[in-house]
């Protein structure tokens, strides 16, 4: 607890102008021996998306927490010496919070059982957030620019891995791997109301390349952007290299064609099992630099910290738990030209984060209240207040919400929301759900004095033997626009070890038709 406590320290005089966040994505849950809670139960976490497996413990009330994961499918692993051994898996997304629960029973064998199943968790997330998956992200005629999928502001700035701020306009096809748009509640390490963050991916243990051709028409102005990235291991669970890069004529929609070319390159290393460090580096509207590193100190620290050429920026996330006052997720960090500390306290029902971010002479206060109503995470009421500071084009704003989010089978969720945007009042509703992979349906909905837009999608991904056809239907209006429909197609081809895959997508008024070509082996 000593080095945690000196990195923070480092942190908080490091703290310089930024712009930059960190998105926390972390893995949490219960688990209880029979009846009772169990506590000192050893959870092991495992992906493909980590080096080394990550190991935390159980409180007295049979509660963990995990910070500072990279997004990815998770098998959780519970254990304890005359109990047996469970194994949950869980899907640790951009931006948010997961949970795997386990009850696990007295067994003098210790046997080992493992389920596949993968539950959904709503009502862990206190911030208001979408988020798109890589395969989400591949289906929709969108391309990567989704925010305009989302209810609520659309901020058209995405933040890439937290480091690099630019426009998805700018940026590769085969770049981006997840996308999360926050729109509400967003936490104390945020200085704005809304923004949307989009990660890369880290390599893998598992060589993979990427070749991918996009001639794209708007309104009659053509393109033709040509796209690479490749990634796997240099050193095996020690060192990972990922690197993207795209070339040529891309039509923007308001702009004319514009010529882009961008670089991304990145390693990432695990040299100590308790401490992570990734390097990127981005050419791509302008170049930029950003080195981070990611600690864990036993079952309870971890310490995150991000330089790049304009910032720096860190944080320290700190695991409290009591077996009768509640469990306590204390955070502190700085950045932005900002001190910021935080305690989310969670205790049967109940979970309550409160935290205040000072910066520019001003203190911003950021609350929300979570109810979840089976205790399971599949049931909440949620609301949340916070005070956001100035930017250049709007001053600081108060923003409030009322929500009710809710899992849907074993792989859908809905949420409607009362939002308070200082004077504005608004109403957003958003509901996914998958079908086996198979059967995909979205929908978004903002309704406002100022505005009323949304959006609905509904997809289908068919076999044909080795082959897979697909297509995903669109609508969205805009006051300013009007009704639009998109179309994608999709038919994907396996050859040996390489993916071929063919698609076409389009929109109309005004008229957008891209047909793309990709090989991933």
Known sequence: MRSAFAALFVMLLAAAGASASLPTSAL???????????????????????QQPRTTATGPRGTYWAAALPPGVYDVTFSRTGMTTLTRRAVVELGRVARADARLEPSEEEDSVTSTATTISVGDTTPVTTHFTETELDRLPTGRDVAPLAPGANNEEVLLDGAFRSSPAFLGEELVHEVTVFRGGLPVDE????????????????????????????????????????????????????????????????????????????????????????????????????????????????????????????????????????????????????????????????????????????????????????????????????????????????????????????????????????????????????????????????????????????????????HEAGFTLLESYEEAEGWRTGLALRYAIPISRIRLTLAADGFTGPRVVRFWARVRM
């Open 28 to 50: 949490t849950g219960r688990v209880t021996a029979g009846d009772a809670p169990a506590e000192g139960v050893t959870v092991t976490l495992t992906s493909t998306a980590l």
């Open 191 to 466: 200085k704005l109301p809304a923004v949307v963050h989009a990660s890369t991916r880290s390599g893998g243990e598992e060589l993979f390349l990427s070749l991918r051709a996009t001639h794209a028409s708007v309104s009659g102005d053509d393109g033709l952007l040509l796209e690479s990235a490749s990634g796997g291991r240099i050193i095996r669970e020690r060192l990972w290299f990922f690197g993207a890069g795209w070339s040529g004529d891309r039509p923007m929609t308001s702009h004319g064609t514009r010529n882009l070319r961008g670089l991304l390159f990145k390693l990432t290393a695990q040299p100590f099992a308790a401490h992570s460090v990734s390097a990127m580096y981005l050419d791509a509207e302008e170049s930029d630099v950003a080195l981070m590193h990611t600690g864990t100190y036993g079952a309870r620290a971890t310490t995150e910290l991000r330089l790049n050429d304009r910032s720096t920026l860190g944080k320290a996330t700190y695991f409290l738990p009591t077996a009768r006052g509640g469990d306590h997720v204390l955070t502190a960090g700085a950045g932005d030209s900002a001190l910021f500390v935080n305690d989310r306290w969670s205790r049967g029902h109940w979970t309550l984060s409160a935290g205040l971010r000072h910066e520019d002479n001003d203190t911003l206060p950021r609350l929300a209240l979570a109810y979840d109503v089976h205790q399971d995470g599949r049931r909440a009421v949620i609301a949340t207040h916070g005070e956001y500071g100035a930017t250049r084009v709007e001053p600081s704003i108060r923003l409030t919400t009322l929500g009710y989010a809710a899992a849907i089978g074993t792989s859908g969720t809905a949420r409607a929301d009362l939002v308070r945007r200082g004077d504005v009042d608004e109403l957003q509703m958003e509901a996914r759900y998958s079908l086996f992979g198979r059967l995909d349906t979205g929908a978004s909905l903002t309704l406002s004095d100022e505005e009323h837009r949304g959006a609905a999608w509904a997809g289908a991904q068919l076999p044909a033997g080795n």
